[in-house]
């Protein structure tokens, strides 16, 4: 029997233990999860509803209390733990207003008295999802299975156990029946024979490439569905019109924001050399205001990564950029888990900062003259997640979006996941969409239906 120990990225100091589920435990989860899913799919949106809103309601109720604890375990800022709580009750009221809607059956005028498509749920989905929102992912994905009458088991991070046995603890107390949703506390050396367990009818993964790589492989081989949300380098294109001061203060939010440690955070500013220098000062200045510190104060921006290998590793990255030619204009220290808001200047496609995608508060700029030259900058990634473009000239912007080979184009905003919207990526970011009516309907049996 394996122990998984939780450890404080701030302090070093241990918060909890785990024992891992052996190999019986986990075929009995997955047995009793298969079990619920013939009664749960039997219930009505009416009485989902009246669950999924009993967890908002907890999601609000003890938001402090679940916020507490996923700070401890990755160095999280206190104030922006609160806000993905907060943002998970939004995407359970969404969704438990809005599934009946999506899901109602589409009549399909034919030569039939009536044809119809319905969207029946699939049974077990697994969850396998990342540590730097540890709420947020998995409610994202939770929310729409449940209402849907899928059953949710989730395999999550290994340093974020206490979070996963809270989210559990969430859909208890909001009265669910057992088994709705489950936590599989297993490292991922376990993930391949749980896909393979014919009760699993479906996996959804956000992580990284090699991560999603070796589940969908695992996935293709069983002819299961799975939906990708991978990484990404998204960029931040800033062109020579805009408001500057409202563009500063996006980029840096859009960039240091979970201490950096995002998919859709925006990586490379590629900004109109014409104004290059002065967006650089204003940006600077911006930066080092930021507080970093004890991630429980309230004031604290920035917190500690995650793990101390995460820091090393973006330490790696912006050491190989400066001797790659990059200039380093504020921070690049590390101590322990806590790197330093980094931004680097000169950089171009060649150096890793822009070929790698980096998961922390690390910023690299590259200038450019033409706008053509922009959405070069910009496309050149594998990634292909998100970009933002700032401009007063919103309808050019616009007309331009489809250059962009991205899974969303954001004019003047941050790239941001919202409930009402797909969320997800192209190229090397994934596939499938999360979010929305999309995102509903990925996890579903798209049945037709013809009578004559």
Request: charged residues 25%.
């Amino acid at each position: 029997m394996s122990t998984i120990i939780s450890t404080n990225p701030y302090s070093g100091t241990e918060i909890e233990s785990f024992t891992a589920h052996t190999k019986k435990e986990i075929t009995e989860i997955l047995e009793k999860a298969d079990k619920r899913f013939y009664a749960w799919r039997e219930t009505s949106f009416a009485e989902r509803k009246k669950l999924m809103l009993a967890a908002a309601s907890e999601l609000k109720k003890n938001k402090q209390e679940y916020a507490e604890k996923m700070t401890l375990e990755i160095g999280k800022p206190i104030s922006q733990s609160i806000a993905e709580v907060e943002k998970c009750a939004w995407v359970c009221e969404y969704y438990a207003e809005e599934a009946k809607t999506h899901l109602a059956n589409e009549v399909i005028k034919t030569d039939a008295h009536k044809s119809y498509t319905s969207y029946e749920p699939l049974g077990v989905v697994l969850a396998v999802m990342p540590w730097n929102y540890p709420f947020w992912q998995v409610f994202r994905f939770a929310a729409p299975a449940l209402m849907a009458g899928n059953i949710g088991v989730l395999k999550h991070a290994s340093n974020v156990f206490g979070s996963a046995l809270n989210i559990e603890q969430v859909f208890k107390r909001a009265g669910f029946p057992d088994n709705c949703f489950t936590t599989l506390l297993v490292g991922s050396d376990k993930i391949e024979a749980i896909i393979e367990n014919p009760i699993v009818k479906a996996v959804t993964l956000t992580g990284s490439g090699p991560a999603g790589s070796a589940v969908a492989e695992t996935a293709g081989k069983n002819i299961k569905k799975s939906v990708l949300e991978l990484g990404g380098n998204n960029a931040l294109v800033v062109l020579k019109d805009c408001d500057i001061t409202k563009t500063v203060d996006v980029c840096v939010q859009a960039r240091f924001q979970n201490t950096g440690q995002s998919c859709i955070a925006g990586k490379r500013l590629i900004i109109d050399h014409s104004i290059a220098e002065e967006f650089t000062e204003k940006l600077l200045r911006k930066v080092r205001e930021l507080k970093s510190g004890d991630p429980m104060d309230a004031e604290t921006y920035i917190g500690t990564m995650a793990r101390e290998d995460l820091a090393s590793e973006l330490e790696d990255q912006v050491a190989k950029s400066i001797k790659e030619g990059a200039k380093l204009l504020i921070g690049g220290k590390r101590q322990g888990a806590y790197f330093e808001p980094t931004v680097l200047g000169n950089v171009t496609p060649k150096m890793t900062v822009f070929k790698e995608e980096t998961f922390g508060p690390a910023l690299s700029i590259t200038t450019f003259k033409t706008m053509d030259e922009a959405i070069e900058l910009s496309n050149n990634s594998k990634f292909g997640l998100g970009v933002s473009i700032f401009t007063k000239d919103i309808e050019t912007a616009e007309k331009l979006a489809y250059r962009f080979n991205e899974g969303a184009v954001f004019i003047n905003e941050l790239v941001k996941s919202d409930p009402r919207l797909p969320f997800g990526g192209v190229k090397e970011s994934g596939y499938g969409r999360e979010l929305s009516k999309h995102g509903i309907r990925e996890f579903v049996n798209r049945k037709t239906v013809y009578i004559k």
